[in-house]
């Protein structure tokens, strides 16, 4: 049975950091393709940061230079590294896991809630 749960987010001042993680079971993080999605209220979720099975990475320009994201094959895990936050990075944040020949996300965890007051 595969589960993704995240973990890290909380509530944060203009400027902080704050590091999620998202702890997989029954999948191996080598061998997929990954990704961070987040959704604000009143808009539709959409990917943050990507990072694939060879390591190459993606993010949405509204992040970029800002987060990070990495994988510990040891741990299981996905990383989002996220600093210099502003208030409108404030969304529920989300993990994501396909294989890498397909297009559409398998799994999903339960996401974790980033607020960012000003």
């Known amino acids: 049975q595969v589960q993704l749960v995240e973990s890290g987010g909380g509530s944060v001042q203009a400027g902080g950091s704050l590091r999620l993680s998202c702890a997989a079971s029954?999948?191996?993080?080598?061998?997929?393709?990954w990704g961070w999605f987040r959704q604000a209220p009143g808009k539709e979720r959409g990917v943050v940061a990507r990072?694939?099975?060879?390591?190459?990475?993606w993010y949405a320009d509204s992040v970029k230079g800002r987060f990070t994201i990495s994988g510990d094959n040891a741990q299981n895990t996905l990383y989002l590294q996220m600093s210099s936050l502003k208030p409108e990075d404030t969304a529920m944040y989300y993990c994501?896991?396909?294989?890498?020949?397909?297009?559409?996300?398998?799994?999903w965890g339960q996401g974790t809630q980033v607020t960012v007051s000003s």
């Open positions: 990072i694939n099975s060879d390591r190459s990475t």
């Open positions: 029954g999948v191996s993080y080598s061998y997929y393709n």
């Open positions: 994501a896991a396909r294989r890498p020949w397909e297009s559409k996300y398998n799994y």
